[in-house]
């Protein structure tokens, strides 16, 4: 069956600008997660959500980031006067609803973000 | 609060056994462990849940310690294959449920 997909895969964008990172989870996943990863780290949690809704918007770095997932399904990560500093793998995972199936998260072949 | 992993790095020969360990300050509920090689995804390897339940890898295994909020993961009889770099992932008591706070990974390096 199909993965997690992300696109785009590469992003080049200037200093300022404006940028929307795409995710498709597994079909049947409520669980969605967005990661960012810079080099030699680990991932850093950024927002989770259960169904449409944001269970844990806490890891969002400032109000330049935003995420939705508008059907439940679908999500985006938005990220508005983009820094030099924000460059990073940006990764999503699902999984099934934690807590009813305690199960891994499946990960993304993420999406490089390089802010010039 | 993100857990420490340790060795930071690791060189085996194939077939050579390797622990790796992972340390969180804070009462878990699970800890999740992950493979990542250059440039790809991370890729689950094993789930280790209070109270004991484990679910994973065949050839690879996994302990928790719930009183001291530790794990490690065995590698033995290392392959080729296993390079990469590991992650623990820790699910800690209080936080929400699913958010995964990730080490800095140990990286493994297996030469024939």
């Known amino acids: 069956g199909a993965g997690v997909s992300q696109t785009p895969s590469n992003k080049v964008t200037e200093k300022g600008k404006y940028v929307e990172l795409r995710c498709d989870p597994i079909?049947?996943?409520?669980?969605l997660y967005w990661y960012r990863q810079s080099l030699g780290q680990g991932p850093e949690f950024l927002i989770y959500f259960q169904g449409t809704g944001a269970a844990d918007d806490s890891g969002l770095p400032n109000d330049r980031f935003f995420a939705v997932r508008p059907e439940g399904s679908v999500s985006t990560l938005k990220i508005q006067r983009t820094e030099r500093g924000d460059s990073a793998v940006y990764l999503c995972?699902?999984?099934?609803?934690?807590?009813?199936?305690?199960?891994?998260?499946?990960f993304g072949p993420g999406t490089r973000l390089t802010v010039l | 609060q993100q857990p420490v992993q340790s060795p930071q790095a690791v060189i085996l020969r194939e077939g050579e056994d390797a622990v790796i360990n992972c340390s969180s300050s804070k009462a878990l509920y699970s800890v999740h462990w992950y493979r990542q090689k250059h440039g790809e995804a991370p890729v689950f390897l094993m789930i280790l849940l209070k109270g004991g339940e484990q679910k994973g890898h065949e050839k690879i295994s996994a302990s928790f310690n719930e009183k001291k909020q530790q794990s490690s993961l065995y590698l033995t009889a290392s392959q080729l294959s296993y390079s990469g770099t590991y992650f623990c992932?820790?699910?800690?008591?209080?936080?929400?449920?699913?958010?995964?706070?990730f080490g800095r990974g140990t990286q493994l390096t297996v030469w024939p």
């Open positions: 995972a699902s999984s099934l609803t934690p807590g009813l199936a305690r199960g891994e998260q499946f």
């Open positions: 079909s049947g996943h409520t669980a």
């Open positions: 992932g820790t699910e800690e008591e209080g936080s929400t449920l699913g958010r995964l706070y």
